[in-house]
């Protein structure tokens, strides 16, 4: 059995709320790497795990299901947001440092 790795998906750069940010997910590391299609040049692939994505509303019940399905796991903690302070009318600023 792969090794599952239990995270708080970061919020993407296309999206300017924190919907889903509230969730943990578990999902399967590779096995092997993916082979490439001689024809066409695309990545295959033959792992069907690394297919499996499951949310969970917390950590401890992400890690109650890795132990109870005997799925070794890993955990990594979120990032922590440093979010900047700042006024529209700063862009306009006279002393503003571009940068």
């Known amino acids: 059995m792969p090794k599952a790795r239990i995270y708080r998906p970061d919020k993407t750069a296309m999206q ?11 999902e399967f ?11 066409m040049g695309w990545n ?6 690394q297919e499996i994505h ?6 401890e019940d992400a890690i109650a299901y890795a132990k ?3 799925i070794p796991y890993e955990v990594t903690g979120p990032n922590a947001r440093r979010q900047l ?11 503003k440092i571009t940068g």
């Open 44 to 49: 295959g692939m033959s792992d069907m795990p």
């Open 68 to 70: 109870r399905q005997r």
């Open 16 to 26: 300017s709320g924190k919907a889903g940010m509230k969730h943990w997910l578990l």
């Open 85 to 95: 302070r700042k006024a529209y009318a700063d862009n306009f600023k006279f002393g």
């Open 29 to 39: 590391a590779p096995e092997k790497p993916s082979p490439v299609d001689n024809l």
């Open 54 to 59: 499951l949310y969970f509303p917390t950590k």
